[in-house]
């Protein structure tokens, strides 16, 4: 019997991502995985409160935070990442592409201070490697077709897909962003359906479909296998590619790619202060 982690999702309203606090029983070790730094873009201004409420839960659970781990550099919110690592002393995990991105999005944005080597996360994961969260083990998974730098992390019967896959009824994230492929991303998906089917699958967004009025997180493989719209019950690559290459080149921009971006390759630190101690966002026009 695989290990079965305590898991809680905390749905961010705002942007409708689900950060995780995913948790050893034995050892009370702890992980937060896509954790959200609040974003009012009218004012420019960030907050805490999201995450916030994530280290209330895991302080009353009586759990001690580990790490914190990222999906991917994500488009559509920012990253609490750097917020944990100051205030908890934890290190963020990424997959090792992020550097690819970071090489894309990095002279979209002016961003002299990111080089495309990683350094601002503190652990690259590869494919395969395997590493503890307290007598847990948990397993990366590179899956990219979102972004080239996707992963997802099994940890016992549990597995955090990111935006591999969403729920079942409203399918797959788009696979159009730079670096992404929706064949590559059909790929990605198949090995997570090759798990046993009662792995416990989390979602990292979820909107509510047409004929659903609650927002749901969590689903298994074989609920994906057989019943994900865009690709369950045996959709070809090549059905899939299609569909997915006809509805992503109807999709606007994400409201938050802009910034998000440029905190999200920085592992959610701000951007370096001018000489007066000020902060500045990047908005480059006509390029996206
Ligand atoms: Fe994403």
Redesign the pocket.
């Known amino acids: 019997m695989p290990a079965h982690p305590d898991v809680r999702g905390f749905f961010d309203p705002a942007t409708h991502t689900v950060t995780y606090l995913v948790s050893d029983p034995a050892t009370g070790q702890a992980a937060i995985i896509d954790p959200v730094l609040d974003y009012d873009a009218a004012s420019a201004r960030t907050s805490t409160g999201s995450v916030d409420a994530v280290m209330s839960a895991l302080r009353e659970a009586g759990l001690t935070l580990a790490m914190v781990l990222e999906t991917?550099a994500?488009?559509?919110h920012l990253t609490a990442a750097d917020h944990l690592r100051r205030s908890e002393g934890v290190p963020i995990g990424i997959g090792e592409r992020i550097t690819k991105v970071q090489a894309t999005f990095a002279p979209l944005f002016d961003a002299h201070d990111v080089t495309p080597d990683g350094v601002v996360f503190d652990r690259l994961h590869a494919d395969g490697d395997a590493f503890p969260l307290g007598a847990l083990t948990a397993e990366v998974i590179h899956t990219p077709g979102?972004?080239p730098a996707c992963v997802s992390y099994r940890i016992g019967d549990a597995l955090f897909t990111?935006?591999t896959l969403f729920m079942p009824d409203y399918g797959t994230?788009r696979a159009d962003f730079p670096g992404g492929d929706a064949r590559t991303l059909y790929r990605s998906i198949q090995k997570l359906l090759a798990l046993p089917d009662e792995t416990r699958i989390f979602v990292?967004h979820d909107y509510l479909p047409a004929g659903r009025n609650e927002f749901r997180f969590e689903t298994t493989v074989g609920d994906q296998r057989v019943n994900n719209i865009h690709i369950g019950g045996g959709t070809s690559e090549e059905a899939f590619v299609a569909m997915r290459e006809t509805r992503d080149a109807t999709l606007k921009a994400p409201q938050l790619i802009l910034p998000a971006l440029q905190i999200n390759i920085r592992a959610g630190a701000l951007p370096p202060p001018e000489p007066d101690g000020r902060r500045f966002l990047k908005i480059p026009l006509n390029t996206i």
């Open positions: 991917h994500h488009a559509d979102h972004t990111g935006d994230a990292g």
